[in-house]
């Protein structure tokens, strides 16, 4: 089994920033494609960030410029910088990742049980 487990400062005000860090545990072989989601209170889960095992990056439009999504493979950890924090950008954030098992080498999808971050103006 593999768990992700999201850690990083939750409040912080308008303009500032902050880092999110997701560790992976578990039986892994390997990493593929890692991301970061969000939700915001009544709205659904959305993409911010994700990298792939070949540091491709893709970002949302409306965090783009404010984001740099990276990752420690050594250390099964990964990280999202985030600047310029809007009140607007206040949700529970998770990370996701596609991880090879080492037993069975299959790749299954997982998922943290997110971490609420809180932008005051």
């Known amino acids: 089994q593999v768990q992700l487990v999201e850690s990083g400062v939750g409040l912080v005000q308008a303009g500032g920033s902050l880092r999110l860090s997701c560790t992976a545990s578990g039986s892994i072989f390997s990493i593929a494609t890692i991301a970061w989601y969000r939700q915001a209170p009544g709205k659904q889960r959305e993409l911010v960030a994700s990298?792939?095992?070949?540091?491709?990056?893709n970002y949302a439009e409306s965090m783009k410029g404010r984001l740099t999504i990276s990752r420690d493979n050594a250390k099964n950890t990964m990280y999202l910088q985030m600047n310029g924090l809007k009140p607007e950008d206040t949700a529970v954030y998770y990370c996701n990742a596609n991880i090879l098992s080492s037993g069975d080498k299959i790749y299954y999808n997982s998922w943290g049980r997110g971490t609420q971050v809180t932008v005051s103006s």
């Open positions: 990298i792939t095992c070949d540091s491709i990056t």
